[in-house]
């Protein structure tokens, strides 16, 4: 893939593969096990330069995205991430994500500002929508924000789950519903209703539940649950206007980038799996043989998907980029989940016993995977295909209003 890319961008790369391998990973083990927040791993983002993947040039960022004609970079950017360790990687996608949003929505004071916090001050960004409304084994209260607008700003109570690096982002967008719980993901009203609010995580009225999280994978992402106390938020931190997100369908820039720290995972179990069989001299045996072949095919063809997508939205074919991504989206879970079947059937039992970096590869991607169902994203598809009503966004059932 270092073909495809100009000079400066495959150094680019090359950078953030020995950043990854030389630090992130060796840093792995430990923040799963704590399941602590990977605030080294953040200043050596800022150290090499590479905190600010999608903001543009003018601003100190990269300026990579579906609007600077190179987004294919920040995907393998993403990748090399997720090769090292699939929860960091989480949490440089909520700040490459809150960072395209401000970028294209934001208002030219908002990008100045944060993007010299950025810069300068490596200051980490998130997204956060999440609000489902059915609750974990023994959760009692339910999930969902509420919002009161002032004049001067809003007011919001509630709480919101699945905050991906709650434990160390300095700012996060939030994107909540005027009318009601369900934040974008979950909303049932207009698009309208549904607004994106820059809130300053030194806030006092802010509140961080770390019990709430206690995944099998994903640990380091420290998605917590985060409490909002009557947490005011000045109007001058709306990013956007009212019904931006839905209208624009900007989850559909979104969802490839996950598609890329899947695809980080599967490369890791590749190489797990080619070394094993070197040094326990199996490259004899008929079916590893067919096994890490299919693992080979599986890559490629998740590359080709991202490299298919990335020049569909660099080209301008932005219809065509939003459905692909969905295409992409359900073809490389299946193919990154088999690579680690492949992998597991290579090694044996042995690679699913800590510290084996296999075993750790295995629960994230298992656990990240369910991100999106895979049976709604397929379902999404064939509704497209048949003329129905869809959501090409967050791919919800037939009784979801149309965004």
Known sequence: ???????NKQKLLVRMRELAQAEFFPRATQYDVSAAFPKENVKALQRAGLLAPTLANQYGGLGLGHHKGDIFTHWMLTKEIGKADMAFARIWEGQANALLLIDNLGAEAQKERWGRGVVENGELWSVWSGEPQSKKPGQKKAIGTTVQELPNGYIINGSKVFCSGAAGVDRAILLVNTEGTGAARHATQSPETVIMLACDMSDESIQLDDAWWNPMGMRASTSWRVLFNNTFIPKENLIGKAGDFLSGEWQTRFTPQY?????????????????????????????????????????????????HVATLWESGDIKAAKLEGSYARYLIEQLVMECLTHAIHICGARCLIRPSSLERVYRDASFYARHDNDDQVLAMIGKNLLGETHDISFFKDSSSPKQ
């Open 1 to 7: 893939m270092l073909t495809q890319l100009s000079p």
């Open 259 to 307: 598609m890329a720290s899947f695809l980080g995972g599967a490369e890791h179990a590749y190489d797990y799996a080619l070394n094993y069989i070197h040094t326990q001299k199996k490259g004899h045996d008929a079916y590893i043989q067919h096994r890490i072949a299919k693992m080979s095919i599986n890559i490629r063809t998740a590359n080709l998907w991202l490299r």
